[in-house]
């Protein structure tokens, strides 16, 4: 039997509570492997920003943010904490081209179903200018889990790479690493996470 799940509904329910638990999340270790290979003034889309911690980090350091959510209530309260409109939008509806410097999707594409992973990611590969960079993360695994009532998709580096080559695109997976929980919410766990660092080239 298919366990029922309303991804988004769990955030706007949940939005004050999740902000509360992530704002203040150390993800020092990621930002030193992502920023340094963008230009000084990077135009970065935080593609399901959640809280807007990591929005905050760039717009501290000089870059040109915007900022987009599908949950109506944590753009609300990611909005008022960044001083900046954070967009409500499903990943769907995303259509820019050659626009971004860097594509950060932090824990926010792996609620993608697995079905529809492939178009979300040719849809941020279209999005990036040649030399672009995506950063995106999922919990390493096979398969998925509903937890909580959201939908996590599990993902492999080979099965990352699968999907890469299946684009077409002129595009290659520069960095990957693993690691704990422990700068996460779940630091109770023992999920592992995958981090991919992807680039556009000519």
């Known amino acids: ?7 988004l509904d769990y955030y706007n ?3 004050q509570e999740y902000c509360n638990q992530t704002i203040s999340a150390d993800f020092d270790f ?6 340094p290979l963008l230009p000084r003034d990077a135009y970065i889309l935080d593609f399901g ?15 040109c943010v915007k900022a987009i959510d599908g ?3 944590m753009c609300k309260l990611a909005t008022k904490y960044l001083g900046i409109e954070v967009i409500c939008m499903d990943f769907f509806d995303f259509h820019d081209i050659d626009t971004y410097d860097c594509i950060w999707a932090c824990s ?15 849809q941020m590969i279209d999005a990036l200018k ?7 993360s999922f919990k390493v695994g096979t398969g998925y889990m509903i937890k909580e009532g959201k939908y996590y998709n599990f993902l492999t580096k080979e099965k990352m790479m699968g999907l890469l080559e299946k684009t077409g695109k002129k595009v290659k997976l520069i960095d990957y690493f693993e690691n704990s929980p422990i700068a996460r919410r779940t630091i109770n766990s023992n999920e592992t996470w995958g981090n ?4 556009k080239y000519l």
């Open 30 to 35: 990621i930002y030193q492997k992502v920023l």
């Open 130 to 136: 040649v030399g672009g960079i995506i950063y995106a």
């Open 1 to 7: 039997m298919m366990l029922e799940y309303d991804t």
């Open 196 to 199: 991919y660092i992807i680039q």
């Open 71 to 73: 949950s109506i209530e």
């Open 13 to 15: 329910k949940n939005a």
């Open 108 to 122: 926010s594409i792996l609620h993608i179903e697995d079905e529809c992973l492939f178009t979300i990611l040719n």
């Open 49 to 63: 920003c959640g809280s807007g911690r990591d929005s905050k980090k760039f717009l501290d350091l000089g870059y």
